[in-house]
């Protein structure tokens, strides 16, 4: 089932930026993973990056900084939801 969907590429830029959004603060320092994982997205331009993970990436109060460290480096961050949100209020 998942042999149809591309693998994302995992480049040089990649670490760069996660550790951009630490150091500037959009992340907290512990949250290098989220970092890894939010830069894996932007770089590849994906369009949604679905997470449970609220206290980091799904996360309002983030977003701005989040935002403004992705363009200042060059990036345009997509959207950061939880899948409840992406299908709406599906009752």
Known sequence: ???SIPRLDIGAQI???AQRLLLDGALPA???LDALHLAT???NGIQFLLTWNCKHLANAILWDRIERTCKAAGYRPHAI???LE???DAT
């Open 1 to 3: 089932m998942l042999v």
């Open 15 to 17: 670490e760069p930026l």
């Open 30 to 32: 512990k949250a290098y």
């Open 41 to 43: 997205a932007t770089i």
């Open 81 to 83: 939801c939880t899948p």
């Open 86 to 88: 992406l299908l709406g």
